[in-house]
């Protein structure tokens, strides 16, 4: 296809290209990407926040159920203590044992809610441990996520900057190819990122199709510029042609 001291020079302007579509993709996904890895990334950290919501909740569900109960005891001992008045003063024997057997009954409602009160506040010192287990790690997990977020911003900023450099940057370069194969690059963009493709143990490396023994020999050795049959890209073989990540 293209023959002589030309070849070499269109094999590296088109490992330049290369480069520069391959830089250009990376660029465009970031920039497609961060929006969606933002909003999940905030999305994970309302629910860490929610989660700490939902603790603190429950410990004041708890301590309200224990002063609630506390409540009832003082009024249980106001009638204890305005039986006992009755009892000291009655001189009906039948009421004095009607007001002994009453006295015994809220004596063991007092016990019983003296158990439920001790427990009650376990339980809701229990919880306030959880709760500042929950906030100690949710806070570090919180922290972490804004890092996070605020690298992806930053990231994504670059990206930007990138993409509108690095176009430039390759229309410049494909300007200076033979309209031959800036048209047949402008073709395949439509349908790869990159249309020009590494030669990788004799073949494609984007899509795996085998090059004949001799034109994988000639590709390697700068002679060639084979067309992949399968995929329909330039090989060319791709050392040396890493741009510096801006990433």
């Keep these: ?7 070499t020079e269109l094999l590296r302007a088109l490992r330049q290209v290369a480069a520069l579509y391959d830089e250009l993709a990376r660029a465009r996904r970031v920039t497609t990407t961060t929006p969606g890895r933002d909003e999940h990334l905030a999305a994970l950290a309302a629910e860490h926040v929610a989660d700490v919501a939902d603790e603190a909740d429950l410990v004041a569900v708890r301590r309200r159920e224990a002063r609630r109960l506390e409540g009832e005891l003082r009024d249980l001992e106001a009638r204890l203590q305005e039986r006992r008045a009755r009892k000291a003063v009655v001189q009906d024997l ?3 044992q009607a007001l002994t057997h009453e006295l015994a009954h809220l004596q063991a409602q007092r016990d019983d809610l003296e158990t439920q009160i001790f427990k009650a506040w376990d339980d809701a010192e229990a919880e306030s441990a959880r709760l500042a287990a929950v906030e100690e790690a949710s806070g570090e997990t919180v922290a972490r996520i804004a890092d996070q977020r605020e690298d992806l911003a930053v990231h994504e900023r670059q990206a930007a900057a990138a993409l509108a450099e690095v176009e430039t ?3 410049t370069a494909l300007a200076a190819l033979p309209i031959r194969v800036t048209s047949k690059l402008s073709r395949l963009s439509a349908r790869y990122d990159n249309p020009v493709s590494g030669l990788a143990a004799g073949g494609c490396d984007a ?7 001799q034109q994988a020999i000639d590709a390697d050795h700068d002679r060639a510029l084979p067309v992949c049959t399968g995929c329909g890209r330039f090989i060319v073989a791709r050392r040396g042609t890493r741009r510096g990540e801006w990433m």
């Design 94 to 96: 039948h009421a004095a």
């Design 207 to 213: 899509c795996g199709q085998m090059l004949p023994q």
């Design 1 to 7: 296809m293209f023959g002589g001291v030309f070849v």
């Design 169 to 171: 940057e390759l229309q």
